[in-house]
Structures are given as C-alpha cells and as structure tokens.
C-alpha cells in the first residue's frame, strides 16, 4: 500500500457543531493510488464538493484524517499540502496577463525560462486558450477562464490536482473535446487528480475509479465499468447510466426447473433454473419479494416475449431511445440505429439473465449481476 | 395558431444581435431554436412575447400581425431563463396563476397543478416558496406555469437547463408529448443537441443572429449547412480531417496517412479542391488487418460515453481521430491500430469557407417552405 497518494480515514464533516449540525460528509473512507484520476459524483448537495474542499484545506476536518503521501495533512494549512486547484472562485490574478497567470505556477520552480515558456504554449494549445495568452482575466469569456485556472492547476509539480467541474461554463461541444486531451495530459504525465462533477459523462471518460455520493455517504468506489457492470445499490444503479437503468418489482419463484419472476400487469419472466447460480437461487428461495434493473442497451426486442406497448420514440442520430409501458411501469430501450417504431405499437421484449441486476427491495442493496450473488 | 416571423432585425446600439431572421412555425408544431449563446435565441423569444420590438421585420400569429399588440393580448406562454415567479406565492399558486385567472373551477385547477407537478417530478414541494426552492425545480415551476393555461403558443428558453441527467432524459421522453396533446405550438430554445432533436419536428440553427439552417432533426444531422452545424451535433464530437479530393481511373478518393478514402463519383465536381473530411466517431470502425483503406493510427485512450465506448486514436502524423461502438462490443487494445472509415457517411466541406459540399445528385436542399 506504499503507493496509496491520498487516503482518506473515517471523514466526517459537520457544518455547525459535530453531531449536532448538518451531516455533509458520513464517515467517507477512500484510498487513491498514485497516478489515478477520481471523480466524485453526485448531485448537489451530496457531499462532494465539501469533500473536495476537506483535502484541499478549505473546509476542517470535523472527525477522521486525510493523509497525502503517507503523511497526515489535514490540520495543515492549504499552502503546506503540495496540491494544486482549479476551483470555481479561485481567480486568476487580475493584474497580470493569462500567460503569466499560468507560467507564475511554475516560476519558483527549477524550470529555465524557455522551457515555462513552452509548457505554457503546449497546455494553453491543449485546453485551447492560445489565443487569448496575453489577454487580461477581465476581457475574457467564463469559459476562457476557467481553461486559463485549469491550465494553471495542471502546469504545477504537486503532489495531487484538485478540479472542481473544471469544465462547468464551457459549452457541451468543447467539453467532450477536452475531456480526452486532459485526461491524456494527466496520464502521460503520471499525475494523481481528484475532480468533482455532477456530470456522469465526464465521469465516465476522465476517471479511473468514481466515487457515487449521496446523502454524505460513499455509496460506490469503483471503475466506470464496474459501476456500470456490478453497481453496489439502486441509488448507483439508476443514477449513473444515462439513460437510466429500468427497475420493476417482482416476486421470485423458484423451482428445480425453472426460475420466475412475476412482474405487475401479470408480466412473468421465465427461465431455466441453471441460467442462475445455485447460491442466487438459493438466496431468491428465502428472498421472494425482489427489485430487477436492466439496462436500456440490453433490453432486446424479440418475434416472442413479454409485451410492451411503445409510448415514444426518439432518433437522436446514432441512437434510438424508445420508451414502452411495460410491466405496469416504463422501460426505455437504445438501439444503436434508427428504429421505425411509432406510438402505440406492439412490441415483446426479452431481458437476458446475464443482463439481469437484482436488488433487495428494503435496502436497495444489490444481490446479484448478471445471474451471479455479489459477492 | 400558426406563428410566421419574417426578416426580424434587432440592434441593441452597434450590436446587431438578430440579422433578417424568417421562421414559419405551423400550428402544432415545435420549432426549435439551437445554437451557441450569444447567437440570439433568446431576444427572438423576447420579440415574439412583446416584450422588446423589433428594428425591422413582421411578426404573424395565424396571420394578423401583432405590431402594438400587448404582451398580455397576444395569448403566448413563456417560460423564460429568468421569467421570475411571484415571490410571495408557493409553487403550486404559481402554477395555478393561469387557470385562476382563467376563473377555472377549484377542483379543475387541483387536478390541472397536480398533473403537471407530477409530469415535472415538482409535487413534493408545492407548498414551498420560489426561494425555497432550487434552481432546477424553479425552472420547473415557472414551465409548469406556462403549461397549465394551455397557450396556443409557447416559447419555452431552455427550460431544462439545470436539470440533472436521470430527470432531464424523462423530461425528454414526456414533454414532446405533452406539448403535442395540447397541439400547442412552441418554440423550444436549447443548447443540448439531444433535447434538440427528440423536440422539435423542425429545428434551426441559429449563429451570430443569423438562421445557418432549417430542417427535420434527421436533416440537421446528415447533411450539416457548415462545420460549425456538424460540430454542434453529436457526442462525440464530429472529427475533422484536412484532405485534397483527387480523382483517377477507380473514382474520386482522399488519402488519409497515405491510405485511400473511395468516395462517391457524385463529388467529381470538389476534385483538386482543398476540403475538410468531417467524419461521425460512429462511422470510424477498427479493423484486424492492414489493406489499402485500412488507415494506421495509435490507440491512445478508451472511455466509456453513455451507451457507447470511445476511443481516441492518433495518425502517424498526430491527428485525433474519434472513434465510437455500442458498449459491450468488442474494441481494440491501446496501441497500434488500424481503421476504416465509412465513406458512405463521409461529410465534405469546403476548406476555406466551412460550407457543405453536396453530392451532385442531392436534390431538395434544407430550407422547408
């Protein structure tokens, strides 16, 4: 574990007095290796921006520690912990140009004059701010600004990159550009990053791991397939997939034969017995009442299968999304090409067993992925 | 009601903010506005509301010009980026607002809030004040508003906008909808291609005050007006390749890393011409071998998008390529490469001027009457 770069023990944040004010922050213990990129997501108001602001000084630590290269950092000042930020507010210095807003990161360093010349040419070309270099903060866009502070961050020698939706002013088109340009920028250089957002997408392509918050507490920690493949509960399952994972109740049955599940609007799935393990049967027998999620992109339509009455259809140019009432609820269904379905029309659909997610209906917790108990 | 703009002009001092801008909305119909800010969606909406008067041009709803007709007479709904709600009223008196004072009966105006809150995911907090509430659910409220007096015309400004993934795709699903049961005619303002193209029957793209295109959302995506258009549809983006059509006894071709592109002979008229090969990250496929179009590239990341996973990949000569497949197909390793490229969905664009070079054989262009 000697190459754990960021460790977080036990956090708690309390804003108000400690057990007594707001929650923000539930016993979130998290370890990041060197040269992992993390995301925290999560909606607004689920802790992760106060998390983001506990490792980088800006908010106490009300309970547990944070340590940063195995040293322990969170009664340091901001200035001591070797990190660098790009955070909504931090401004870039009015009084000077862009150009030596970023270069300045570097200046106190052992770098030649010619060579912060040119890492500020090769970042400013990469978030593409070259153009306004030897402007002023104040003449130029949000958005340029934001670039111009990420550029800032990323120049720096540090030990760990803070990034608070370090791309939340640029328009939707520059985003998926730069996604993959940053990502790149930090792997080459072997960087560890911690950025905060609430958009999954850039979740999705910018980190390693992701960590799912919710209501102060760490719901998942895993990599963008895992949480996708095996995600830990209902909250991760149909927050991050986008569209949104399908979930019906549904009532096991279990024979030696077969496997059931009776959906409402007198919906059954029916499969053969070993298609499941024999442990998740085994759990189903004792279960009963369960919740399934499958994801839109493996809901199949079939000749035969459980019908569906189509409700909408939307050609988003590469994709179809199709909405159906199904089971007494909704599904959605992509299809990776344009579809002639229109509204009202008869369709039987399949769920394949390996696609199937199974979830405790109480605790939300999840049983089982693809047929097989987690586990 | 039908709504029929023609050759709008807006200056705000020297700041030409809408240049002759023509739109024809049929009844029932959505139209909508797509673009980047500062293109002028939003001063079109303020025009048609009555709320700012134009230099120049004419505005028709179901063909009677409204010039000097009151905001109030002209039967709009709005639901604005900053079309503040009454303070001193809860959410659900917010949305009431129309049908109170369309002296509809207190049960009618019950079952009318409730639906609509329902719709919009914002019944748990009618009984909360605007400043209790949160942008998203603002927002929300003030469209709620707008759709319960079943206006004949509404102009909706990026109403989604603040609204989280999961919410934002059901509203996506279930307004178009809405907005077609109550054969209301809309214009619909967004910046999200998707919302885009799920909304509007037609859409237009609209850049420095000037309309680039108008057409049905499958239109827009095939056959971008320009570069810009191209850029603004899709995720990921569109990749742009610099290439010189040339032509020999086999066809019309381009090379790319010195491998052969076999493009339609319909393009013959662009040989010799410097053009921009804009090409969808879904038309780049990897193949196993190498053969005469199989061009080499190093694979240098993957992420997963969506329902899709994406690789960036890098030419010899360090061009980004994109290329996109369904999640939980097969892809490549990172490292070397090769890829095709599917000339069938190729994009050709003029170098210099950005603008799309048809095939000849195309016949009707974007522009609907």
């Given amino acids: 574990m000697s190459d754990v770069m960021l460790d977080l023990d036990a956090v708690d944040k309390f804003y108000g007095r400690i057990d007594e004010g707001v929650h923000a922050v539930r016993r979130v213990s998290m370890k990041v290796m060197r040269g992992e990129i993390i995301a925290l997501l999560g909606s607004s108001g689920c802790g992760k921006t106060s998390t983001l602001r506990m490792v980088a000084g800006f908010e106490a630590v009300s309970r547990g520690k944070i340590s940063i290269g195995g040293r322990e950092i969170h009664t340091l000042p901001p200035v001591q912990r070797n990190v660098a930020m790009a955070f909504e507010g931090y401004s870039l210095y009015p009084t000077v140009t862009v150009r030596d807003n970023i270069a300045f990161a570097l200046k106190s360093s052992a770098h030649s004059a010619a060579d912060v010349a040119a890492k500020v040419e090769e970042i400013a070309a990469m978030l593409e701010i ?182 909408a259809n939307q050609w988003l140019g590469d994709q179809s999304h199709i909405a159906a009432t199904f089971a007494g609820g909704s599904l959605v269904l992509v299809e990776h090409h344009r579809t002639q379905l229109v509204e009202d029309q008869k369709i039987a659909v399949h769920l394949e067993p390996s696609d199937i997610h199974i979830f405790y209906p109480e605790t939300g917790m999840a049983i089982s992925h693809g047929a097989r108990l987690v586990g | 009601m039908s709504l029929e703009l023609t050759d709008l002009s807006k200056s705000f001092k020297e700041d030409k903010v809408l240049d002759g801008v023509s739109l024809h909305v049929p009844e029932g119909k959505t139209l909508v506005l797509f673009g980047p800010s500062g293109a002028g969606k939003t001063v079109l909406l303020r025009l048609i509301a009555g709320v700012i008067e134009p230099d120049n041009g004419q505005i028709k709803i179901s063909g009677v010009d409204v010039d000097g007709v009151e ?47 329902k719709l919009l995911k914002i019944d748990h907090v009618l009984g909360h004040k605007p400043k209790e509430l ?61 919302e885009a193209m799920a909304f509007g029957d037609e859409i237009a793209v609209i850049n420095d005050g000037i309309v680039q295109q108008i057409g049905i959302p499958e239109q827009i995506y095939l056959t971008p007006a320009n570069v810009d258009i191209a850029r603004l549809f899709g995720d990921p983006v569109i990749n742009f390749l610099d290439v010189r059509l040339q032509k020999d006894a086999a066809g019309v071709f381009a090379l790319i890393s010195a491998k052969r592109v076999d493009l339609d002979a319909s393009y013959s008229h662009a040989v010799g011409k410097d053009c921009t090969l804009g090409i969808r990250p879904e038309s780049v496929l990897f193949v196993s071998q190498d053969h005469e179009s199989a061009v080499p590239v190093t694979v240098e990341a993957e992420t997963p998008l969506n329902e899709k996973t994406v690789n960036l990949c890098l030419t010899a000569r360090g061009r980004e390529i994109m290329a996109s497949r369904p999640s939980g197909t097969d892809g490549p390793e990172n490292g070397p490469a090769f890829v095709t490229i599917e000339a069938a969905n190729a994009l050709i664009f003029d170098k210099e001027t950005g603008a799309l070079i048809e095939p000849y054989k195309t016949t009707a262009k974007g522009k609907v009457a």
């Fill in chain 1, 130 to 311: 070259s153009a306004i270099l030897d402007k002023y903060p104040s003449s130029i866009s949000g958005g340029q600004q934001q670039r111009a502070s990420l550029a800032r961050a990323l120049i720096r020698d540090a030990d760990l990159y803070l990034l608070d939706e370090p791309m939340g002013q640029l328009e939707p088109q520059l985003r998926t550009l730069l996604r993959g340009r940053i990502k790149a920028y930090i792997k080459e250089r072997g960087l560890t990053a911690i950025l905060v957002t609430h958009d999954q997408t850039e979740a999705n392509a910018l980190a390693d791991r992701i960590a799912v918050m919710e209501d102060g507490e760490l719901q998942q920690f895993a990599s963008p397939e895992d949480i996708k493949k095996s995600p830990a509960n209902l909250f991760t399952g149909t927050f991050v997939g986008e569209p949104p994972m399908n979930v019906f109740p549904a009532r096991a049955t279990i024979s030696d034969t077969t496997v059931s599940f009776q959906l409402r609007g007198d919906v059954e799935l029916s499969y053969a017995a070993d298609a499941f393990s024999s442990a998740l049967r085994a759990r189903l027998i004792q279960m009963g009442e369960v919740v399934l999620g499958v994801r839109p992109y493996a809901v199949q339509r079939r000749e035969t299968g459980s019908p569906a009455t189509v409700v």
């Fill in chain 2, 71 to 117: 905001p109030e007479d002209r039967n709009i709904g709005m639901a604005f980026q900053n079309f503040a709600l009454f303070p001193h009223m809860d959410a659900h008196a917010n949305i009431a607002a129309p049908l109170t004072a369309q002296r509809q009966d207190k049960s009618a105006i019950q079952s009318g809030v409730q639906t609509l809150a």
């Fill in chain 2, 134 to 194: 949160s942008n998203g659910q603002k927002q929300r409220t003030a469209l709620a508003r707008a759709l319960a007096g079943k206006p004949k015309i509404l102009l909706l400004d990026d109403p989604l906008r603040n609204v989280d993934a999961k919410l934002r795709f059901e509203m996506r699903l279930e307004l178009p909808r809405l907005l077609s049961d109550q054969n209301a005619t809309v214009i619909y303002v967004t910046q999200d291609y998707k």
